[in-house]
């Protein structure tokens, strides 16, 4: 997880999130998401569990597909 383009690990997010859940709701955060294809998906589990136990919001991110579906479709 990143906060403005620096690395956070577990306890700094666990933190950055127990404070979010402090504010009221029109004025808490949202986590944005997004992947890579590099992306440890226990990893992305284990911050959006953390993420969900603090009440706030995600936002996925949306990723173009064309860079793998070109090649599904050229067979018809």
Known sequence: MFL????LDMP??????AQAQQLPL????AVR????DD???Q????????VSQHGVRVDAL????GHW????????
């Open 62 to 65: 949306a990723r173009p597909w």
């Open 43 to 50: 990893d992305m589990a284990r911050v959006l569990l953390a």
């Open 4 to 7: 403005k383009g620096q690395p």
């Open 33 to 36: 998401l997004s992947t890579a």
């Open 39 to 41: 992306t440890d998906y």
């Open 69 to 76: 579906q070109d090649g599904l479709m050229k067979d018809g």
């Open 12 to 17: 700094a997010m666990q933190q950055l999130l």
């Open 26 to 29: 029109p004025r808490r955060p």
